[in-house]
C-alpha cells in the first residue's frame, strides 16, 4: 500500500526535528526520540466517547494540526505513515501488556513497529504510555539498551516471541510480549474498537496523560500529577476539575475542557501551538 501524502515539514516542526530524512538508522532514532519527548500520550477522546481514527490523515490532522496527542494506535499509526513516507520498511505488529508489570500478558491490543534499516531490525514504539521507549530497541541483540535514565531489556520467550522490560531498582518491570507475525489494517480496527469502548478499558474509565522527560516523566490522571525526575518523585493530588484542566495546560499544552460526568459533551479544542517542554 503507497504511504499517504502527509505534510513532512508541518510534522517535522511539530516534533522539533531537524535531522536528515534518509532511511537509516540516525534519522529513525532521531525521529523517535523527537517524537517521544514532544507528543503526550493522552487518551481524552476515548475518555470522551469519541471515535478514533485510525486513517493516516485523520491522526495527522489531529496531532500535528491541531496539536494533540493519542494513544497507542494514533501516536505508532501517525509514526508508521511518516516512516514509510521517508522510504522505511515498517512492519505493523500487535503486543499483549504485562498486568502489574509482571509476566502475565492480556489480549493483543497495543500497537508496535519493526523497522528495518541497513543490516538491522528496530522495535519502535512512540505510544506506550507505561515508561515506554524514547528511541528504538534493536531487535536482536540479548544486551541492555540503555536510554537517558532507562535500562531495557528484551528477551525472547518460546510462548510469547520477545518480552519488553524496563530494568529498575525494584527489580525488572514487564511492558509488554510479542511476536513478529504482521497485523493487518482490520486487526487494528478490531483492537482499537475494544480498547476504547470495552467498559473495563483502563483507558474509558480515568483521563490519562502523559510524556517521558529525559529524566523520568510527567503523568496527568484524574487523581493526581506525578512527575519522575533525578530528585525523585513529586505527586501532587488534583482537587477539582479547573486544577485537572490547569495542570494539563501546564504540562501537555492541550486545552480540551469537558466537565467530569459528562462524557460524550462537545470538547472544545484549542491548537497547542506551542508547549512548554518538560
Known amino acids: 500500500m503507497n504511504p499517504p501524502e502527509l505534510n513532512l515539514g508541518a510534522y517535522f516542526e511539530r516534533v522539533g526535528y531537524t535531522g536528515g530524512t534518509s532511511p537509516c538508522q540516525e534519522t529513525l532514532h532521531g525521529l523517535h526520540q523527537a517524537h517521544t ?23 495527522f490532522k489531529k496531532i500535528v494540526t491541531l496539536g494533540r496527542g493519542g494513544y497507542c494506535f494514533e501516536m505508532n499509526g501517525l509514526f508508521a505513515a511518516v516512516l514509510e513516507t521517508l522510504g522505511f520498511k515498517v512492519t505493523p505488529l500487535l503486543a499483549r501488556v504485562a498486568v502489574d508489570f509482571k509476566r502475565t500478558f492480556g489480549p493483543k491490543t497495543h500497537q508496535v513497529l519493526m523497522v528495518e534499516t541497513p543490516g538491522h531490525r528496530w522495535i519502535a514504539d ?46 525488572d518491570r514487564c511492558q509488554y510480549a510479542f511476536t513478529l507475525d504482521p497485523c493487518s489494517e482490520a486487526d487494528y480496527l478490531m483492537s482499537n474498537h475494544f480498547t476504547s ?28 500529577l506525578k512527575i519522575d525526575s533525578k530528585q525523585g518523585r513529586k505527586i501532587s493530588l488534583i482537587t477539582n476539575e479547573k486544577d485537572f484542566q490547569a495542570k494539563l495546560k501546564q504540562y501537555f499544552g492541550l486545552d480540551l475542557p469537558c466537565p467530569i460526568g459528562k462524557k460524550g459533551m462537545p470538547v472544545s479544542i484549542t491548537p497547542a501551538t506551542s508547549r512548554a517542554r518538560p
Open 197 to 224: 469502548t470495552f467498559p473495563e478499558s483502563l483507558f474509558v474509565k480515568q483521563r490519562i496523560c502523559t510524556i517521558p522527560t529525559r529524566e523520568g516523566r510527567i503523568t496527568l490522571t484524574d487523581q493526581h
Open 126 to 171: 512512540v505510544g506506550f504510555g507505561k515508561d515506554g521507549i524514547i528511541r528504538p530497541i534493536l531487535l536482536d541483540t540479548p544486551e541492555d539498551q540503555y536510554q537517558f535514565s532507562r535500562t531495557f531489556r528484551l528477551e525472547k520467550d518460546p510462548r510469547f516471541g520477545y518480552i519488553l522490560g524496563l530494568l529498575t531498582r525494584e527489580g
Open 37 to 59: 519527548l514532544s507528543i503526550p500520550f493522552e487518551n481524552l477522546d476515548v475518555y470522551y466517547n469519541k471515535i478514533i481514527s485510525l486513517d493516516p490523515l485523520s491522526l
